[in-house]
C-alpha cells in the first residue's frame, strides 16, 4: 500500500508559519496531515487539528504536551520538530518528514526482518527512547506504526500521547478506542490497522499502573519481536483479549535464535521491575545496510511514488533531499525499475540525507563512509517521459554510470570505462540528481529553478530538446549554474547576442552536423541537391538547410531548396517539382515522420541515389514508417554508437553489463559530459567551488572523453571542437559508418 | 572535402548571421546588419513535434474573413501601414499603391517580377513610402505589403516560399538599378523565440546598393502571418541612416500592421 500525497483542497491553508504546504498526506476525524516544506527547503509532516477540537481545552492541553514532548527529545531516530502553534485558531505541528514505510508496513509487506536487522533497529530505538526518557518522558505508544524506516535507520514518531513520566497513570481507554487509527497521530502511517496498539501495551499500563520508562521498554520487546517473527507478540483478537493475554501469558516468541529469545524475554518481563533496561540493547554503530534488500526496495518505491508528485516538483529542493529520479515508477521500463529497486536511489529521510545519498552508490558502503560534505552533487533534467525519452534516459544512464564508477573509484584504480585520472582515489563523491521535465518548456524551466535554488547542486546536466534548453538559458545563466547541454544543437543557444554565461553546449551545432552534405553530394556525383527544410523542427531546418546552400555556392553542384510549412503531410507534389527541377541529390531537414513520408514519395518516384538527412530523422519512427524507402538513407550526427566502435568496448561492456542492454545513442556523451564536470570539480581539490568558479574553469577547460575533444567559447559556451558521425540505413536498422573527418580549414 | 575552404569559425560566424549580427566576423562571412527587429530565434530540436505555443494562437472571426477580392482588397487597404505609421516625416511615394492585381514573384533568375494574382489570393497591395532626403542625409524607402489568402494553407505556404527565395537566391534584383545580396532569412512561428504575436514570421536581412543612391545599406523584411493575412515591412536605408532609427521605423510601421490585421480579422487573442 502506498502512501500518496493529494493536491491540497481550495479550503486548505498554503502557509504556516515557516512552512509552505505542498500537498495532503492524509485526514483524519481531527484533522489534517499535510506535507509542508520548511524555508530551509526540508520537507516536513505537518498536522493541523480541525477548529472543533481546538476549542476544547483538554485537547488543546494535550496538543501542548505533544509539542513540548517533541521538542525535548532530540535524537537522531527521532523526528525533530520543524515547527508548531499550539494557541492559533487551528493547532499545528510540523515534524521533519520520513518518506519511508513503517515497520509495520515493511513486515506486512516483505515479512519478519532478518536478526541482524532487528538487533540494529532495536539499538537505534533503544537510543531513540533513552533521549525520551532523559527528556523525563514516557513515549508510552511504542508500536510498529510509530517506527519509520529510512535506508539509515528507523525513526520513533508520534509524541502524541507521550506523558511526564513522573506519577501519571495509564490512560487505558481514550488509547484503546481508537487503536491503529489515532485521530491525533502525526497520521504519517496508515496502515497499522493489524496490530493494533493493545498488543503492544505493557501489562502495567493495560492494568491501569504506573506507567514509567519501563513501560516502553516492554512495547519496544513486543515491536522487535513482531519484527523478528512476523506476528504479534501476544496474537490478534478483540483489546480485551489481547490486553487479558497481555497481562497473563507469555509472548509468541517463536522461531527465533535463543540469543534472540533471551534479549527480549527480558524486555518483555511482566513486572517492571525485572524488565532489563535499554541498555541491554547494545547500541553499536548499525550498517547502512542493516535493512534486507526487499525493505530497502520497499523504502525506494515509497520515495519514489510520492516524490514523483508534480506539486512536489514544483517547489524548492534540497539537493539532499531529493529522490535521483522523480517519474512516476510505473512508467519506467523494468531495467529502470529494477536498478531503482536494487540500489535504494530514491531515498528520503529527514535528517538523514547523508546516509540515504550514501545507500544509493556502490562503494560507498560502511567501509567507506563519505560525509555530506564531501558528496557533492550534480543535476540532470532530462525528457525522461515525452517525446524525447529515449534520448533523456540513455543520457541519464550515461550521467549515472558515470558517477557510479567515479564513486567507487579505489586507489586501484580499477575502472571499466575510460574516465578521468583513474588511480587517484577522489576526495569527494558525486551525487546525481535526475529531473524529468518531460520536454516541455514551462516544465523545463521549473526544473531549472529548483536545481538554481539548491545550493548543493553545483553543475547540471541537460536539458534534451532545443526548445527545453532556450526555456532554461536564462534561469541557469541568473544562477550561474553550470549547465552541461549535451543534445541542443541549435546555433542560438550560445550565439552572442542571447548567450548565457553558464551554458556549455557539448556537441558541434546542427550546423555542423550538416556541413559534410556538400562534400558528400560531390562525391556522388550529384549534379543538382534538392533541399527540403521541413519548419516542423525549426532552427534545425533553418540550419541545415543554410549551411548547405552556403557550403554549395563556388562548386559544380547547384542547390534547389524548398521549405514546406510545419506539418506538411503530402510530399508528393514536392517531390515531382524538385525532380523537374533535375534533382538527384537529396537532403531532407525535418523529422522522422515527414522524413518517412518523404522517403516513401522519392522510391515511388524511382529515385534511389544520394539521400541524406540530419540526426532529427535518427529515429526509429523513420524506420518503421519509411519501411523498404529507408534503406540507404545516409544520417549525419553530433553523436556515435558506442557498441560500433572498437575503442568504446570497456564502456559498452560497462554499461550492458550495469542495464541489460547496450547503451542508447548519446548515452557515452552524456557519461563524458559527467567527467568533463568531475574533472572541473577534481581541480578545485577537497574544496567545494563555488558555482561561477565552476563554469568559468569548464569553460576554459579541455577534456578529451570517450566521444570526442570537449572544448568550449569562453565567452559564449560554444562548442570548438569538431565530432560528427555518420550512420546509414541498412537492413532495417541504422549503421554506424564512422566519424566524419574535420573540414579542412582555410 | 573542403572544397570551398571555409573554416569552421567562419562557418559558425557565416551561419550565426543568419541570427545576428557577427560583428567580429573578420570578413570571412557576408555582413549582414543587425536584424531590425533583432527577433530571438528559435526552432525545436532534431524531431521535436513543434514547440506547443505558450497560450491560444489568433483564431480569426469567420464571419470577417474576406471571401471576396472586393473585401479582401478593402482589408488589405485599411491594414497597410500609412506613411506616418513608419515615423514623422515618411510621405507616400507617387505612386503610392501598387496594382492590387498583381504580385511581386522572384522569378528563375532572381529577379522580381509583377505577376497576377493566382486564384487562390484574394488581394495583396504593396504601398510605397519615404523619409525623404534631407541635410545630407539619403532617403530611407520603406514599402508595406498585404496579402490576403483565400485560406491559412495559402498564408503558411507563402511564408515558406519567402523563406525558400532566400535560400534560392542570397542576391536579388529588385528592379533595374537596385539589388540586394547576402540575404538571410529566419522564420519563426508562434511561440518561438520573441514571436509571441503572430501565428508565424519572418525577418530576413541583407544589404541594399542602388546605383542611384549608392549603398551597401541595411535591408530588412519582417514578414508575419496573421490567419489567412501576411503582412510585410520592407526597409532599405540610405546614406547617413543610422541602423537605430531604421530598426525604430519597421518596428512602429510592421507593429501596427500586426495589429490592424487582428482587428480587422476580429479574432478572439
Redesign the interface.
Given at each position: 500500500m502506498t502512501r500518496a500525497v493529494e493536491p491540497l483542497l481550495p479550503s486548505d491553508p498554503s502557509y504556516l508559519p515557516g512552512h509552505r504546504l505542498l500537498g495532503r498526506l492524509g485526514a483524519g476525524g481531527m484533522g489534517v496531515v499535510y506535507l509542508g516544506r520548511t524555508e530551509s527547503g526540508a520537507l516536513a509532516a505537518v498536522k493541523v487539528i480541525q477548529a472543533e477540537y481546538a476549542r476544547e481545552q483538554a485537547f488543546r492541553a494535550r496538543f501542548r504536551r505533544e509539542i513540548e514532548a517533541a521538542r525535548s527529545v532530540t535524537s537522531r531516530w527521532s523526528v525533530p520538530l520543524t515547527g508548531a502553534d499550539a494557541e492559533a485558531e487551528r493547532p499545528w505541528l510540523a515534524t521533519a518528514f520520513v518518506a519511508g514505510p513503517s515497520l509495520a508496513e515493511a513486515v506486512a509487506d516483505c515479512g519478519p526482518l532478518p536478526e541482524r536487522s532487528v538487533r540494529a533497529l532495536g539499538a537505534m530505538l533503544a537510543s531513540a527512547l533513552t533521549a525520551v526518557h532523559t527528556a523525563g518522558l514516557v513515549h508510552r505508544d511504542v508500536k510498529p506504526g510509530n517506527v519509520l524506516l529510512a535506508v539509515d535507520g528507523p525513526r520513533l514518531i508520534d509524541f502524541g500521547i507521550a506523558r511526564a513520566a513522573d506519577g501519571n497513570r495509564a490512560d487505558v481507554t481514550g488509547h484503546v478506542a481508537d487503536s491503529g487509527h489515532d485521530a491525533d497521530d502525526t497520521a504519517l502511517t496508515a496502515t497499522d490497522l493489524v496490530v493494533g496498539t493493545p498488543g503492544f501495551l505493557a501489562p502495567e499500563q493495560a492494568q491501569g499502573g504506573e506507567l514509567g520508562p519501563p513501560a516502553d521498554v516492554f512495547a519496544l520487546g513486543g515491536l522487535l519481536a513482531y519484527a523478528a517473527t512476523g506476528r504479534p507478540p501476544f496474537g490478534t483478537g478483540t483489546p480485551d483479549a489481547l490486553l487479558y493475554r497481555t497481562v497473563h501469558d507469555e509472548p509468541d516468541l517463536d522461531g527465533i535464535s535463543a540469543a534472540l529469545h533471551t534479549l527480549l524475554s527480558g524486555l518483555l518481563a511482566k513486572d517492571p521491575a525485572d524488565r532489563s533496561g535499554l541498555d541491554a540493547l547494545v547500541e553499536d554503530t548499525p550498517a547502512d545496510d542493516w535493512l534486507p534488500d526487499a525493505v530497502v526496495r520497499l523504502v525506494a518505491d515509497r520515495a519514489a511514488a510520492l516524490l514523483a508528485l508534480p506539486d512536489i516538483e514544483q517547489t524548492q529542493l534540497d539537493a539532499s533531499e531529493l529522490p535521483t529520479q522523480d517519474a512516476p515508477v510505473a512508467e519506467r521500463p523494468p531495467n529502470r525499475r529494477k536498478f531503482l529497486l536494487i540500489s535504494g536511489a530514491a531515498v528520503l529521510a529527514a535528517g538523514g540525507g547523508v546516509a540515504a545519498w550514501a545507500a544509493s552508490v556502490p562503494g560507498s558502503g560502511p567501509e567507506d563512509p563519505v560525509p555530506e560534505h564531501d558528496r557533492w552533487h550534480i543535476g540532470l533534467q532530462a525528457d525522461l517521459s515525452g517525446?524525447?525519452k529515449a534520448a533523456g534516459r540513455a543520457q541519464e544512464e550515461g550521467a549515472r554510470l558515470a558517477v557510479e564508477q567515479f564513486n567507487s573509484r579505489k586507489n586501484s584504480g580499477k575502472d571499466s570505462g575510460k574516465d578521468s585520472g583513474s588511480g587517484r582515489k577522489a576526495p569527494f563523491k558525486v551525487g546525481l540528481v535526475v529531473r524529468d521535465d518531460g520536454?516541455?518548456?514551462?516544465r523545463a524551466a521549473r526544473v531549472a529553478k529548483d536545481f538554481s535554488l539548491a545550493q548543493d547542486i553545483l553543475a547540471v546536466i541537460g536539458p534534451?530538446?532545443?526548445?527545453t534548453?532556450?526555456a532554461v538559458l536564462k534561469v541557469y545563466d541568473e544562477s550561474y549554474l553550470a549547465q552541461v547541454a549535451v543534445?541542443?544543437?541549435?546555433?542560438?543557444l550560445t550565439?552572442?547576442?542571447?548567450a548565457s554565461r553558464s551554458l556549455l553546449q557539448a556537441r558541434p551545432?546542427?550546423?555542423?552536423v550538416a556541413?559534410?552534405y556538400?562534400?558528400l553530394a560531390?562525391a556522388a556525383g550529384v549534379e543538382v541537391l534538392g533541399?527540403v527544410?521541413d519548419?516542423?523542427?525549426?532552427?534545425?531546418?533553418?540550419?541545415t538547410?543554410?549551411?548547405t546552400?552556403?557550403?554549395l555556392?563556388?562548386?559544380k553542384i547547384a542547390?534547389?531548396?524548398?521549405?514546406?510549412?510545419?506539418?506538411t503531410k503530402e510530399f508528393g507534389p514536392v517531390v515531382a517539382d524538385m525532380l523537374d527541377a533535375g534533382c538527384d541529390g537529396f537532403v531532407f531537414a525535418g523529422?522522422?515522420d515527414a522524413a518517412a513520408v518523404f522517403a516513401r514519395e522519392l522510391t515511388a518516384a524511382g529515385f534511389g541515389g544520394l539521400r541524406l538527412a540530419?540526426?532529427?530523422?535518427l529515429?526509429p519512427r523513420f524506420l518503421k514508417d519509411a519501411g523498404e524507402a529507408a534503406e540507404g538513407w545516409q544520417l549525419t550526427a553530433s553523436f556515435l554508437d558506442p557498441a560500433a566502435v572498437p575503442e568504446l568496448e570497456p564502456f559498452t561492456k560497462a554499461f550492458t553489463k550495469r542495464y541489460g542492454h547496450p547503451p542508447g545513442y548519446q548515452a557515452a556523451e552524456a557519461y563524458d559530459a559527467v567527467n568533463l564536470i568531475i574533472e572541473g570539480l577534481l581541480a578545485t581539490g577537497r574544496k567545494r567551488p563555488g558555482r561561477e568558479a565552476l563554469t568559468r574553469r569548464l569553460r576554459k577547460s579541455t577534456y578529451k572523453g570517450l566521444t570526442k575533444t570537449h572544448g568550449f567559447d569562453p565567452e559564449v559556451g560554444?562548442f570548438?571542437q569538431?565530432s560528427v558521425h555518420r550512420y546509414e540505413v541498412a537492413n532495417g536498422r541504422f549503421r554506424y559508418v564512422g566519424a566524419v573527418?574535420?573540414?579542412?580549414?582555410? | 572535402?573542403?572544397?570551398?575552404?571555409?573554416?569552421?569559425t567562419a562557418?559558425?560566424c557565416?551561419?550565426?548571421l543568419?541570427?545576428?549580427?557577427c560583428?567580429d566576423s573578420g570578413g570571412d562571412g557576408p555582413q549582414a546588419s543587425k536584424p531590425p527587429n533583432?527577433p530571438?530565434?528559435?526552432?525545436?530540436?532534431?524531431?521535436?513535434?513543434?514547440?506547443?505555443a505558450?497560450g491560444s494562437t489568433f483564431t480569426p472571426d469567420p464571419d470577417r474573413v474576406p471571401h471576396t477580392r472586393a473585401d479582401a482588397l478593402r482589408l488589405a487597404r485599411k491594414v497597410a501601414a500609412s506613411p506616418d505609421q513608419y515615423g514623422p516625416g515618411y510621405t507616400e511615394r507617387s505612386p503610392y499603391e501598387s496594382d492590387p492585381a498583381r504580385w511581386a514573384v522572384l522569378d528563375e533568375k532572381c529577379v522580381w517580377q509583377r505577376e497576377p494574382l493566382p486564384k487562390d489570393v484574394l488581394a495583396s497591395i504593396t504601398t510605397y513610402s519615404e523619409l525623404p532626403a534631407a541635410e545630407g542625409k539619403g532617403p530611407v524607402r520603406v514599402s508595406s505589403v498585404v496579402t490576403v489568402h483565400r485560406e491559412v494553407?495559402g498564408a503558411?505556404?507563402e511564408?515558406?516560399?519567402t523563406?525558400?527565395e532566400a535560400?534560392?537566391c542570397?542576391d536579388q534584383e529588385l528592379r533595374a538599378g537596385e539589388r540586394i545580396t547576402g540575404l538571410?532569412s529566419?522564420?519563426?512561428?508562434f511561440g518561438?523565440?520573441t514571436n509571441a504575436y503572430a501565428d508565424d514570421s519572418i525577418s530576413e536581412n541583407g544589404e541594399y546598393r542602388s546605383d542611384q543612391l549608392g549603398g551597401p545599406y541595411p535591408y530588412n523584411w519582417s514578414q508575419a502571418r496573421i490567419g489567412p493575412v501576411t503582412v510585410a515591412s520592407v526597409i532599405k536605408g540610405g546614406k547617413g541612416r543610422s541602423e537605430q532609427e531604421l530598426n525604430q521605423a519597421v518596428e512602429q510601421g510592421f507593429s501596427s500592421m500586426v495589429v490592424r490585421a487582428e482587428l480587422e480579422l476580429g479574432g478572439d487573442k
Open positions: 517525446p524525447h520536454g516541455e518548456a514551462t534534451t530538446t532545443d526548445g534548453a532556450r543534445s541542443p544543437g541549435a546555433m542560438d550565439t552572442p547576442s542571447l551545432l546542427d550546423a555542423h556541413q559534410p556538400a562534400a560531390a533541399l527544410q519548419r516542423t523542427v525549426g532552427v534545425l531546418g533553418w540550419e538547410a543554410a549551411i546552400t552556403s557550403e555556392r563556388g562548386t542547390g534547389y531548396p524548398r521549405v514546406v510549412p510545419a506539418h523529422g522522422p540530419p540526426q532529427s530523422v529515429d560554444s570548438t569538431w573527418p574535420p573540414p579542412s580549414s582555410g | 572535402m573542403g572544397h570551398r575552404g571555409l573554416g569552421r562557418l559558425l557565416a551561419a550565426a543568419l541570427l545576428t549580427a560583428s533583432s530571438a530565434p528559435s526552432g525545436s530540436q532534431a524531431g521535436d513535434p513543434p514547440e506547443p505558450p494553407d503558411d505556404w511564408m515558406a516560399r523563406l525558400e535560400l534560392r542570397p538571410f529566419e522564420g519563426m512561428s518561438q523565440g
